[in-house]
């Protein structure tokens, strides 16, 4: 690239820049924007005690998927508006005292103030040396948990979006662990319940391996599997040429809670 083909580059990435520092808001405009939000989040716990857990709704007034998104923006009130009763106000609350059942649980104003300043500074958790601060925070409450759980100190993880991606993320982590091969995943089997997710069952698809075996083992009476069907499964299953691979157990089951 000559000289004069760098100085048109440098105009055009100044020229692009401007235009993109139009998005961001002022200080003057980012305090404003911020109060408004503080306003509504207060309004909205000091409500928490009278919200109920779910609030129906009729599907055409909050169908807004396909409309047009206007080229110019509305005003920060308006949207404001339509967060508070277009987004939050129908369906399940799961901040609300009245709320006991369904997967998500309640969330803290201390965990969402976290979250605000976690969106605000934008560091990229994924590599120790772009943010040693943010993966050392991740690493510290993961050991954290490991701890409360028994796990000894070769024990590890990360903190997953969900989960459905912590399954998937498990099962190729066993998959490759176990150094399993194409041509053993139809002779590979899992070992799981009726109460088990299936979120799990889709990860073993994405993951490759639909043609494995999938065992349910029967349950008792607190809906726990019985240990000893396992092992008769497994033993079953070794006889017979099969490669016993993976037993899903679920510490906290979505129907019963159990484990």
Known sequence: MNQESTIQMRKKLISLAKKAGA????????????????EYAERFFDSLPHQKAYSAFDTKDFNFKNDTIPEEGQSPSQLFKDVENRVVRPGLNTVSGRHFGYIPGGGLASSAIGDYLAAVTNRYAGVYSISPGAVSLETRLVNWMCGLMGYGASSGGYLASGGSI????????????????????SKAVVYLTRQTHHCVDR???MAGLRECARRYIIMDDQFRMKSDELETAIRQ???????????????????????
């Open 23 to 38: 998005l961001q808001p002022d200080s003057q405009e980012r305090l404003r924007l911020e109060a408004m939000a503080t």
């Open 166 to 185: 912590a399954n998937f993320t498990a099962i190729v982590t066993a998959r490759d662990t176990a150094g399993l091969k194409a041509a053993d995943y």
């Open 203 to 205: 990860a073993l698809n």
């Open 237 to 259: 299953d070794r006889k017979n040429g099969l490669i016993p691979w993976l037993i899903v157990g679920s510490a906290g089951s979505t129907d019963t809670g159990v484990c």
